[in-house]
């Protein structure tokens, strides 16, 4: 039987699979990266309120493999509700939008990736180039009932990987 996702060997994994990657540490992140872009996806707490820039997540190491784990079970539970999870954030009054990623008890906001750099937001100047680039992402997280999008947990052989020390927000 064909599904949305297809779990794969790391090592075998194409260029348009999803990591969802747990970097070493006691204190770590959850990183959400399709292969095939320049970004990762990273967890956030946001209340909801508009006001309130969303606050990134460190994790202890049970607590990320937990957080992975629940990560991948939300996209199936969206690819079956018919909820496609890809968001485009922000008000036009600012000029600044982002792309947010809604699963399980987090927002996976997409950042730069940029070796040896804290992670920072990706903002957008427009909302068409946001949507954009939430196009790009939803063949990844919000896959047809039988693409068998490629996916892969890694929780070794990762650089440690450090967040913004004060998040920028679209919100």
Wanted: hydrophobic letters at 45%.
């Amino acid at each position: 039987m064909k599904t949305a996702f297809r779990r794969v060997d790391a090592q075998r994994a194409g260029p348009a699979a999803l990591g969802i990657l747990v970097p070493p540490g006691q204190r770590t992140l959850v990183i959400a990266r399709p292969r095939g872009l320049d970004w990762d996806l990273l967890p956030a707490r946001w209340d909801g309120d508009p006001a309130t820039a969303p606050v990134f997540c460190q994790f202890g190491r049970d607590e990320a493999a937990g957080v992975a784990r629940r990560f991948h079970e939300a996209l199936v539970a969206a690819v079956l509700a018919g909820t496609n999870p890809v968001e485009t954030i922000g008000a036009a009054s600012g000029g600044k939008f982002q792309v947010w990623v809604r699963a399980g008890e987090f927002v996976w906001i997409a950042c730069a990736r940029a070796a040896g750099q804290s992670y920072q937001p990706l903002l957008f100047t427009s909302r068409a180039e946001a949507e954009s680039a939430g196009r790009r992402l939803e063949p990844i997280f919000h896959p047809a009932p039988d693409a068998q999008q490629e996916f892969y947990f890694n929780t070794q052989n990762l650089q440690a990987c450090t967040l913004p020390s004060s998040p920028r927000s679209a919100t």
